[in-house]
């Protein structure tokens, strides 16, 4: 099939400006209003700027359902990825009308013509967009909270998302092109990355260009990545240190995306080559698991090291970008240089640091990662963002059912990690819904509204070093693996309290159980309503032969085994 013409091209401008602006700004101020989500702003921009060319609009009912099923739209142009807007099905809209599209702090962004509305499903989303439904999946755990509805129509864009940080390097495609155009070169490798650049990634980018004899676009997400990656902040310090040190600027671009990233594996990474052909690149860096979001519910990871690669390869003559693999390299310290894998010599010393070995023998441990693995001047940022493990956040996550224990359990270890000098934040199940959630009810909905709270909570206590304790029913899975992706799986300890149904009524201190045994309460959990027990929890504690300090302590076992704090003498195990 040949090259479609939209890639790379021109859209029509999306983007009132002047009087225009000012008429559409005073008509949506009267229209119903829709708030973006993050993600959803990032498409949005995408969108406007022609980065998800050829669409110009979210996706109708059609386009949306071809893209599921063949990773195509209507018109038969290859999109793997679908781009939809979502609403609740309770605002009152109908075909024809208009609405206002406003970002989250409620100022209009855009204004769409509604031509159309129709349902989706998030199991049979997930199946055919990320061949999984298993909540350890991020995206999996986020769809369950979006809004029922998909809206589709024509765009007016009023105001583009305004970033202020990195104003220079945040390049729309036109500009982008523009600019590799002066650099001279008719061919240009994309380098999508959401990490820092080590020097195993220099490497490999500069011999990508020159394999190619073209310049090179390092080309950084900004918007949306993996929950627990280094913030965008700190990864675009390392980029520029390291770009305008190390990098020929003859040859050498660094422009930031405000993607937000679905880790959709290999879907994902066709879909990240389309946009950088509409950014003006003719090849791309595949990497090995390519946008793969790590190990499943079972510990295996959700797609195979090469798919991604295969899949590019396959449609590169379509979408006129040519896929360049990511080898794996290693360091040869006798010969002070990196070479492939598959080409070390016999007997031949190497080194290889994995980013789990970054993370958790080096920066956790404070230890300087090695001149030859990193340059000096991301060795220091990593070293700002990532100060040693018992210094970082982390959160303790007690699930199991009511009168299970969780929130006496929750209580020891807060005080031993007081004791230890950690600065503790503990979210109990019941106070929460007396302050944060107050009004929510017991339906699924509000239960997961209530735990999505806490964990919001937790999250930004974990982010800015802290230690949140939570003490939850929790009853469903999604809901908490969402949380677990908000806070991070590295930084996130599951521990399910796992006391029988019996011994929880035994107990029932407050009397709910024999309420909802004679009927006075409905939907709770136990007795009329489902729990969801973990599928691989970090820990599993059994309170009925087993006393609140010893169940305590094997926390604080656990934690000082992760390095969140120093061992513990005599802890049991």
């Known amino acids: 099939m040949p090259l479609i013409a939209p890639y790379g091209g021109t859209l029509k401008n999306l983007l009132a400006t002047g009087s225009e602006r000012l008429r559409l700004l005073e008509r949506a101020r009267r229209l119903p209003v829709i708030q973006l989500s993050t993600r959803t702003l990032c498409d ?21 359902q071809r893209v599921l099923a063949e990773m195509r739209l209507v018109d038969g142009t290859l999109f793997p990825l679908p781009i939809v807007l979502r609403a609740p099905a309770t605002l009152r809209i109908n075909p024809g009308d208009e609405v206002t599209l406003a970002d989250q702090r409620n100022n209009p962004v855009a204004l769409m013509r509604v031509d159309e509305l129709y349902d989706w499903d998030p199991d049979s989303e997930a199946r055919s967009v ?4 298993d909540p350890r999946h991020p995206l999996v755990a986020e769809m369950r909270g979006w809004d029922e509805r998909c809206l589709a129509g024509p765009l007016t864009v009023l105001d583009l998302p305004r970033a202020p940080d990195f104003a220079a390097l945040r390049l729309t495609p036109a500009q982008t092109r523009a600019r590799l155009a002066a650099l001279g070169y008719s061919r240009v490798v994309a380098f999508q990355t959401r990490n820092p650049l080590h020097r195993v990634h220099e490497e ?51 422009s930031l995306i405000p993607l937000a990233m679905r880790m959709a594996g290999p879907r994902e990474a066709l879909w990240h080559a389309i946009i950088r052909r509409n950014y003006g690149a ?111 956040g982390f959160c303790v996550w007690f699930t199991g059912l009511s009168g299970a224990g969780k929130s006496t359990i929750a209580e020891a270890v807060l005080a031993l990690l007081l004791e230890r000098g950690r600065q503790v934040t503990l979210l109990d199940g019941d106070v929460v ?44 899975r999604a809901a908490r693996n969402e949380v677990r992706h908000m ?57 009925e032969d087993t006393s609140v300090e010893v169940c305590a302590r094997r926390i604080l076992a656990l ?15």
């Open 433 to 476: 819904r007396t302050h944060l959630s107050k009004g929510l009810g017991f339906s699924r909905e509000d239960r997961d509204a209530n735990v999505v709270r806490i964990g919001f909570v937790a999250a930004e206590v974990v982010r800015h070093g802290g230690v949140a304790i939570c003490a939850a029913v929790s009853p469903y």
């Open 204 to 254: 490999l980018t500069r011999r990508a260009a020159d394999a190619v004899g073209g310049a090179l676009l390092i080309h950084p997400a900004v918007g949306m990545t993996r929950p627990g990656d280094v913030d965008h902040y700190s990864r675009v310090r390392s980029y520029q240190a390291v770009v305008e040190r190390y990098y020929d600027p003859r040859r050498t671009l660094l």
């Open 44 to 64: 949005l921009e995408l969108l406007a700027t022609g980065a998800f060319s050829p669409l110009d609009r979210f996706m109708g009912r059609a386009d949306y």
């Open 487 to 543: 806070v991070g799986s590295d930084r996130f300890i599951e521990v399910f309290v796992d006391t029988p149904l019996a011994i929880c009524e035994q107990r029932d201190t407050k009397g709910l159980y024999a309420r909802a045994r004679r009927g006075e309460l409905r939907g709770f959990t136990g007795v009329d309503d489902p729990y969801e027990p973990p599928i691989d929890p970090e820990l599993r504690l059994t309170t």
């Open 130 to 133: 990320l061949g999984t439904t």
């Open 559 to 573: 934690l000082a085994q992760r390095g969140f704090v120093r061992p513990v003498d005599g802890a049991p195990t």
């Open 282 to 392: 003719s090849h791309f860096i595949v990497g090995r698991d390519h946008a793969g979001p790590g190990l499943d519910s079972q510990g295996r990871p959700f797609y195979g090291p090469l798919e991604a690669q295969h899949l590019v390869a396959r449609h590169a003559d379509e979408i006129g970008v040519q896929h360049v693999p990511f080898e794996e390299l290693v360091y040869l310290p006798d010969l002070d240089r990196y070479v492939e894998a598959s080409a070390v010599p016999p007997n031949a010393r190497v080194l290889a640091i994995s980013g789990s070995q970054v993370r958790d023998e080096y920066l956790a441990r404070g230890r300087p990662l090695p001149t030859w693995f990193t340059r000096p001047e991301t060795a220091a940022i990593l070293a700002e963002v990532y100060p040693p493990r018992e210094r970082q």
